[in-house]
Nanobody, 115 residues
Framework: QVQLVESGGGLVQPGGSLRLSCAAS????????VGWARQPPGKQRELVGT???????NYADSVKGRFTISRDNRKNTMYLQMNSLEPEDTAVYYC?????????WGKGILVTVSS
């Protein structure tokens, strides 16, 4: 059974930085594309970005140049480095793993950007 657990969320001031982590278990992590999505308050969930097994990354226009996704296959962990945070980045952030037949999701972690 695939399990994903996010950590590192919290409150940060505008312009600040935060790094989220997502620990995976139950799958051969290195085989799969993984990534992050977010759901702002009162809005639909949206894709933040992905990183493939070959380390190719792709980002939503809204976070390009500010957010960086990485992965450590030895630790079965993915990361989301968020810089120059804006109040509009406030959301519940979810990590996911694109499995062979379905996507697996973490439970989500709240990031609040506010002064």
């Amino acid at each position: 059974q695939v399990q994903l657990v996010e950590s590192g969320g919290g409150l940060v001031q505008p312009g600040g930085s935060l790094r989220l982590s997502c620990a995976a278990s139950g799958a051969i992590f290195s085989f799969f594309s993984v990534g992050w999505a977010r759901q702002p308050p009162g809005k639909q969930r949206e894709l933040v970005g992905t990183i493939t097994s070959g380390l190719i990354t792709n980002y939503a226009d809204s976070v390009k140049g500010r957010f960086t996704i990485s992965r450590d296959n030895r630790k079965n962990t993915m990361y989301l480095q968020m810089n120059s945070l804006e109040p509009e980045d406030t959301a519940v952030y979810y990590c996911y793993l694109a499995g062979s037949s379905m996507n697996y999701w973490g439970k989500g972690i709240l990031v609040t950007v506010s002064s």
